[in-house]
């Protein structure tokens, strides 16, 4: 009998996985991964500074966020399944949730490779609503396609890149979902996102001693594809999110 169950089960899956990887960062960040290193050419007495990691960032936090991306993903490919069977068809190895960045590509999928083979009409009308191409030339800020984009990459070429970055404490972003599109909300004057080349200061050196006015905070992030420069758990728990909260709603009345 179809249902959404076996759907919902994968996301609860990957909602593990995060939850493991939560444990992992606090070990990291107590052993005090990372470093201000005074800018080689900034003066002596107003010197900036470059956050740096003391060491590569550990292949597990990459291994961890592949499993939940992985489950992410196959969550979708089983919700076309599941539509399948409710449909009273039987779905075939060609069925899977197509996330395509233009419309030729879509119409290839299902025409051509038989994605959507079996579904209603009106709950394969719902999956092209949710194309990333919908956006533009600014696909790539949509969800299904960050997740379609990071998943391949751990599927089928290495582990993900990831990266210690550090912001000012009243900079500190977040990730947030809005129609299908990620976005990152910072406080006034941050940049809209950090990476390793961001510089800290000027702080001002008295009595020997380099005086901050602010409080830095680290975070691993992303260092690759769209989400590049965001944080791991931040990103990864909003599209579990918006898979549950926005997309599986979208179907239940197909069940």
Not at 102 to 119: C, I
Not at 204 to 229: Q, R, S, W
């Amino acid at each position: 009998m179809a249902s959404l169950n076996s759907v919902e089960l994968k996301i609860f899956r990957a909602a593990l996985h995060l939850k493991g990887l939560e444990p992992e960062l606090e070990r990291y960040f107590q052993g005090n991964p990372g470093k201000l290193v005074r800018e080689p050419n900034s003066p002596a007495d107003n010197p900036t500074f470059t956050f740096v990691a003391r060491e590569e960032i550990p292949a597990r936090f990459g291994l961890i966020v592949g499993d939940c991306l992985q489950n992410l993903r196959s969550s979708l490919d089983y919700l076309v399944w599941e539509l399948v069977l409710a449909a009273k068809n039987t779905p075939g190895r060609h069925n899977m949730f197509p996330i395509c960045s233009d419309p030729k590509t879509f119409k290839q999928a299902l025409g051509k490779r038989n994605r959507l083979l079996g579904v209603h009409p009106d709950a394969a009308a719902e999956i092209e609503a949710l194309q990333p191409y919908h956006l533009g030339k600014d696909f790539e800020k949509a969800v299904l396609w960050v997740l379609e984009d990071l998943t391949n990459v751990n599927k089928h070429r290495r582990i993900l890149l990831t990266n210690l970055v550090a912001g000012e404490k009243h900079h500190a972003h977040t990730i947030i979902e809005k129609d299908g599109e990620l976005w990152m909300s910072t406080g006034p004057g941050a940049p809209p996102v950090f990476d390793c080349e961001t510089k800290f200061g000027p702080y001002p050196v008295i009595d020997g001693k380099v005086h901050m006015d602010t409080e830095l905070v680290a975070f691993v992030a992303f260092n690759e594809g769209p989400a590049k420069g965001m944080e791991i758990t931040l990103c990864l728990n909003e599209w579990a999110v918006y898979i549950k909260d926005t997309i599986l709603p979208r179907f239940q009345r197909f069940f």
